[in-house]
């Protein structure tokens, strides 16, 4: 039943515009907590002497990997730490509990230095930016900052290269 005050016209089965954005608040915050939001992985390979785990995989803690014996994985987590695991012949878990999510964006920093650069050319202007030598650039935070200036991703790749062989990660067991 509509009926006027005068100046307007009321419909007072119509919903009030603050029952619609309660509405919507929460079909957001069921889509966000239902839905498919990605969340990194806990361990990045750095090296491994499985040629069908290929560097630059992200694993999560507790996974099962089919790592057979006498092979070996070293893996990074977002924080620097190293981890190498061996295979037996029922394969390998991956140890420690789940990251933080405030780390999922450095892991994927991390990711993006592990994994190898793109091959062929790249198409548009690139202005590099004054990058630090990759001398200089000795602990995790360094060089993911490096790695987020403009131009300055193959500077980070080299010294997270000395990052890791410092840190134990042997270089030699790895298959790209």
Known sequence: MWYSDGLRTIDPDRRTGVNTMRKLMIAAAFSLAFGGVAVASDYIVVTSSDPAIKRGQAFDAGAKVALGAGKSLTLMRASGE??????????ATIPGAKLAAADAARFEAIRSLVQPPPEGRTFGARRGGICQPAETLVTLDQIVAASEQSGCKSVARQALEAYLAKNGAVAETQHN
Do not use: E, F, K, Q
């Open 82 to 91: 190293l981890v190498t695991v061996r295979g037996a012949a029922a394969g």
